[in-house]
């Protein structure tokens, strides 16, 4: 094969746990009798609540299909490569084996925003039914030097609490805050999503959403603008980047000799899977002559996607820009080179685009 497949899970192969019937059709035709993959695939997830072993586990079960987890991605895989904030102390905020995920990524000191509560209980005031009765010391025990930002928490009025905290005290919670700690410590984010689609009949709430309260606050207060280090997850193109490695990867596994030429994204969100599908158009300039030539955006109809509704716009008067705060809203990129029903009609669309019979 010179193509290879980049697949959304959620809103493409499953709502919530529940997986859409088309998915299972659809990778039947992607593998052999022997249950081997006949082009590369990687999913690229924005979620990042669970180690990529657990979702290969997941996926394999709902398709039916064995997926082991060198073909998964999730938001946060590409902090591997910031191997220069592995030995630091660092504040993990989001939902699942937290410090779990951070050790598998690399980080040696992971604090989550409960360890951090345990610590300094004093900080977290509005739930007053979680008020501690005594008072504790407020003894320095630790300094932070950066956040990350998994995905969304439980709690968010404590994850907002206590991550501003941090970056207005320059990694010292408890501390007053500071007049002049700007730029603050480095903020790494996964997941810019403003909703994802579940079982409910409507999108919910996403990390993008999280983040946006986070970034208001903190100007609200310093009057200055939130910055971050590095973000990542779809739309970003570092995540399109690695994941075009984890096809490369694939193809010299099984000995493929034929270069991976053209990249399908399939998803449900076009200010996600579209969005960086299209950005990645500029990879040839950017990356190894090895790396792939193209990648065409694949839009699906049964996540967030809905073809009766308005597209993305900027501007008074216009429907709304979903994307986050950093990424420019520019009309070419959230065009889908194809709009289907679902995953299995993406398949049988890609393998009569590329003459490619199994």
């Known amino acids: 094969p010179s193509f290879g497949f980049l697949f959304d899970i959620d809103g493409v192969l499953v709502r919530g ?32 609540n669970c180690l990529r072993q657990d979702k290969a586990d997941q996926l394999s079960h709902l398709l039916g299909v064995p997926i082991s987890q060198d073909q998964v991605m999730m938001s946060h895989s590409p902090l591997r490569m910031f191997k220069r904030y592995h030995e630091k102390c660092v504040l993990v905020s989001g939902q699942g084996p937290l ?17 951090l509560r345990e610590k300094r209980p004093l900080l977290d005031a509005v739930d007053h039914d979680r008020t501690p009765n005594v008072l504790h010391s407020q003894e320095q025990l630790f300094s932070l030097s950066t956040v990350v930002l998994f995905g969304e928490p439980v709690r968010w009025e404590t994850s907002l609490q206590l991550i501003i905290d941090v970056l207005l005290t320059s990694g010292y ?6 007049q002049e700690n700007y730029p603050h410590i480095p903020v790494l984010a996964c997941n810019m999503d403003l909703m994802w689609v579940a079982e409910a009949q409507s999108p919910r709430f996403g990390h993008g ?11 609200k207060i310093t009057g ?23 096809i490369r990867a694939q193809a010299l596994q099984r000995s493929w000799e034929q270069p991976i030429q053209t990249l399908y994204a399939v998803g449900d969100n076009l200010m996600t899977d579209v969005y960086g599908a299209n950005l990645g158009l500029g990879w040839e300039q950017e990356l190894a002559r090895s790396a792939a030539a193209c990648c065409r955006s694949v839009l699906v109809c049964t996540g967030v996607y809905d073809p009766r509704g308005a597209a993305p716009r900027a501007g008074p008067g216009q429907a709304a820009f979903h994307g986050h705060r950093d990424f420019s809203f520019e009309p070419a990129l959230v065009q889908p080179d194809h709009v289907v029903p679902d995953v299995d009609a993406a398949v049988d669309l890609v393998f009569q685009l590329e003459g490619f019979a199994p």
Request: charged content about 20%; glycine content about 6%; overall charge neutral.
């Open 99 to 115: 410090l779990d995920i951070a050790q598998d990524l690399g980080f040696c000191q992971p604090i989550t925003i409960d360890t």
């Open 17 to 48: 746990k529940t997986p859409i019937p088309a998915a299972r059709t659809a990778f039947q035709k992607l593998v052999n009798s022997q249950g081997q993959f006949l082009v590369p695939v990687v999913f690229v997830t924005n979620a990042g």
């Open 224 to 246: 200055k603008d939130l910055k971050y280090e590095a973000l990542m997850g779809k739309p970003s193109r570092l995540t399109y980047q690695y994941a075009e490695h984890l």
């Open 173 to 178: 919670p408890g501390n007053p805050y500071e």
């Open 209 to 219: 959403t999280f983040m946006v309260c986070l970034e208001n606050i903190y100007k």
